[in-house]
Nanobody, 119 residues
Framework: QVQLVESGGGLVQPGGSLRLSCVVS????????MGWFRQAPGKQREFVAQ??????SNYADSVRGRFTISKDSAKNTVLQMNSLKSEDTAVYYC????WGTGESNYHYWGQGTQVTVSS
């Protein structure tokens, strides 16, 4: 059984940093990419960042230059978030599957971790 578990969310002041981790358990074949998405209250879930199996990364325009995605193993990923803004407040989800920015490219999803940016 495949499980993705996110951790590292919390409350942070504007301008602060958080580090999200995603740990994958179970057997997944042919992982082409891991990604992070987020969903703010009243909004649709949106792409944040992705990293391919060979380390190529891609970011949404809204987070490029502030967030960094990396892998600490073949199946685990980290999202370092710096210079956080109130508009970054959302539930953050990690996912694994194929390369792409659309949700349909990803087959397995975590339960999400809440990130709140507020003074």
């Amino acid at each position: 059984q495949v499980q993705l578990v996110e951790s590292g969310g919390g409350l942070v002041q504007p301008g602060g940093s958080l580090r999200l981790s995603c740990v994958v358990s179970g057997t997944i074949r042919n992982i082409r990419a891991m990604g992070w998405f987020r969903q703010a209250p009243g909004k649709q879930r949106e792409f944040v960042a992705q990293i391919s199996s060979v380390g190529v990364s891609n970011y949404a325009d809204s987070v490029r230059g502030r967030f960094t995605i990396s892998k600490d193993s073949a199946k685990n990923t980290v999202l370092q978030m710096n210079s956080l803004k109130s508009e970054d407040t959302a539930v953050y989800y990690c996912a694994t599957g194929g390369w792409g920015t659309g949700e349909s490219n990803y087959h397995y999803w975590g339960q999400g971790t809440q990130v709140t940016v507020s003074s």
